[in-house]
């Protein structure tokens, strides 16, 4: 498994120190510190999901780097989306689901003991597939987060918030007018949009995006990806896309995922194949599978 | 032949392409199958028409001549002639009020768990199977269960055979199928709308309490009014839990004194007056009937306008 030849047990320092609501743990196996590369948001260690008994992706290190846009590539089924949810502990929610290895941000293993994955999900803001706005108005949508967390408590002080999230998501002048008229009303780009919107409103620190534009026509999928390129410098991104265009597009760094069948079982398991910047991936990629993906011969 | 050629398609290729699209011969089978559905359907409603019509025909005398005396009248099964309703009507009214301040929470609340804070483990699947094995359990059992529990054994609380012993008998009558019901407004709110919720750190009783609950409500509210339009129909668990089939008086009670008195329903009612052999009764038998249904089909109508106006698009 290629890793770009970073040693596993980096873990950087300065970061693990601003990380103060949630726990963190005795880096005993921090050796040295890096400071070539940007400190890692996530580093996945030998990373196994089981729903149930079938293992979903097995052995993934992934590393995600602050500031970056780290796209997860990949066939149908390798286990991408599954990668993406251990990262703001949304695997919690399908009940079969079970984590192996460890997931680390900024140091800290988001499954060990004592770790609040309410707290988690508040500063790794999610992105989904379909458009999910909740059945409320414009401004609740982007309110809801900032109320729940306490940010902001007085309608004044939600309505700065309100205005900010809109305006980073392109979507201000847009719905600016309408603001208490239902969400369920505005079109699926502008419902992604709202959706990335009420994802920064709690200001998070990274932003995970399962496939955010395949349900969206080509206008509105630039839209996105031009806010993606805008909003990077002060969030971390990690994004599932099925379009290699996209990633090409917009990624600093893409993670190749592929299937593996286990002949006596036709067991599919997901596997990271390899992971590195972007122009090397499409251009010289290391892994043979890659470069048959990427220029569109995989079998 | 390549479809997609334009200059494949002309002329006689074109009729022999279109070739039996047309003109095809009765289809005798399928008329017959919808002929037997059409049946069928109009059997059933044939029945419940009948019973209708059979009901206001047999009250028609007794709606003509004395409508408004019946309907404020006495439980009297003595005489036919001053026998009435008021007091059936109240009382089912009073049973449904102690129904829905009793199940209405409990049932949603077990609901919530079961589905939201449970729903994968095993506890969960095997109460699910309980609760809808409980939800066909005779009305009768339970009749016996209420004369057990809340008029013997905690009689002292609820006053022996009161209102509020019949309520509580008919809540634990209905709170199977309030269970059942709002668990499946709870299934029915799309996975997506919880997992944005969670996913700007929300808790898991924010979830429920901000998204899944106000989404299901329409549902819940529905599902709930049904069961009050069965527990007002039941006869049979009050008939064992006391309620009066004679003569009751009741005075310028307060409302407490009442819920905590003697009491009667409509089916009780009817079921007293059904088994008069004067013949006189017949008539306020069926007048009663007329008056249940109405207060049966009232509740319905309420469930059905609910969930047309609260009902939501995804």
């Known amino acids: 498994m290629t890793e770009s030849g970073k040693p596993m047990n980096i873990v950087n320092e300065n970061v693990v120190g601003s990380d103060s609501g949630l726990q963190t743990i005795a880096s005993s196996e921090r050796t040295e510190v890096d400071t070539d590369t940007p400190p890692f948001v996530f580093e996945t260690i030998d990373l196994n999901v089981y729903y149930g008994d079938f293992r979903a992706v097995r052995d993934v290190n992934l590393t995600v780097a602050k500031n970056e846009i780290t796209a997860l590539i990949g066939p149908s089924g390798c286990g991408k989306s599954t990668v993406l949810r251990c990262f703001d502990r949304m695997n919690d929610l399908i009940e079969t689901a079970r984590v192996d290895g ?21 500063r790794v803001g999610m992105v989904f597939q379909k458009p999910n706005p909740f059945p409320k108005s414009i401004f609740d949508n982007i309110a809801y987060g900032p109320r729940i967390s306490g940010m902001a408590k007085k309608k004044a002080d939600l309505a700065v918030i309100v205005e900010r999230s809109l305006r980073k998501a392109a979507l201000w002048d847009e719905v600016k007018d309408r603001l208490s008229s239902s969400a369920l009303g505005m079109s699926g780009g502008q419902q992604q949009r709202l959706c990335i919107a009420r994802a920064i409103a709690v200001d998070p620190d990274v932003l995970l995006m399962d496939e955010p534009c395949s349900s969206l026509d080509p206008i509105a999928t630039t839209r996105i990806e031009e806010l993606m390129k805008e909003i990077k410098d002060e969030y971390t991104i990690v994004i599932v896309t099925h379009n290699m265009q996209q990633a090409a597009r917009v990624s600093d760094r893409t993670a190749f995922f592929s299937v593996e069948v286990n002949e006596q079982s036709d067991a599919r398991t997901g596997i990271l194949v390899e992971a590195d910047a972007t122009e090397k991936i499409f251009s010289t990629p290391a892994d043979d599978r890659t470069e048959r993906y990427v220029t569109g011969r995989f079998g | ?39 069928t359907l109009a059997a059933s409603m044939l029945i419940l028409l009948v019973l209708i019509v059979d009901l206001l025909a047999t009250s028609w005398p007794l709606w003509t001549d004395r409508p408004g005396d019946f309907l404020t009248g006495s439980l009297n099964s003595a005489n036919a002639q001053s026998a009435g309703v008021w007091q059936g009507i109240k009382g089912t009214l009073m049973l449904c009020l102690v129904v829905m301040v009793v199940a209405f929470p409990l049932g949603v609340a077990c609901a919530v768990y079961l589905e939201e804070y449970s729903s994968g483990s095993r506890f969960a699947k095997w109460t699910r199977i309980n609760v809808r094995n409980l939800a066909g359990v005779p009305s009768i059992v339970y009749g016996l269960l209420g004369l057990a529990i809340f008029v013997n054994a905690i009689g002292g609380f609820t006053g022996g055979r009161t209102v509020f012993a019949g309520g509580l008998t008919l809540a634990a009558l209905v709170l199977p199928i309030v269970v059942i019901t709002t668990s499946e407004a709870l299934r029915a709110v799309p996975r997506p709308i919880r997992e944005g919720a969670f996913g700007v750190g929300a808790t898991q009783w924010e979830v429920v309490k901000d998204h899944v609950l106000p989404a299901a409500a329409p549902g819940i509210l529905t599902g709930t009014v049904l069961s009050l339009a069965r527990a007002a129909g039941e006869a049979a668990p009050i008939l064992l839990v006391g309620a009066a089939t004679g003569l009751l008086r009741t005075g310028n009670q307060s409302f407490v004194e009442q819920l905590t008195g003697p009491f009667t329903a409509m089916p009780v009612v009817i079921f007293s007056y059904a088994r008069q052999p004067d013949d006189a009764f017949r008539e306020a038998t069926a007048a009663a009937s007329v008056v249940l249904l109405a207060l049966v089909l009232l509740m319905n109508a309420l469930a059905i306008w609910l969930r047309n106006r609260y009902d939501r698009k995804w």
């Open chain 1, 102 to 122: 460890r997931v680390l941000y900024h140091g800290l293993d988001l499954y060990g003991p004592d770790v609040d994955a309410v707290e988690v999900r508040r």
């Open chain 2, 1 to 39: 032949m390549a479809l997609s050629s334009p200059a494949s398609i002309g002329g006689g290729t074109s009729r022999a392409m279109t070739a039996g699209l047309t003109g095809k011969s009765f289809d005798v089978k399928s008329k017959m199958v919808e002929a037997a559905l059409v049946l």
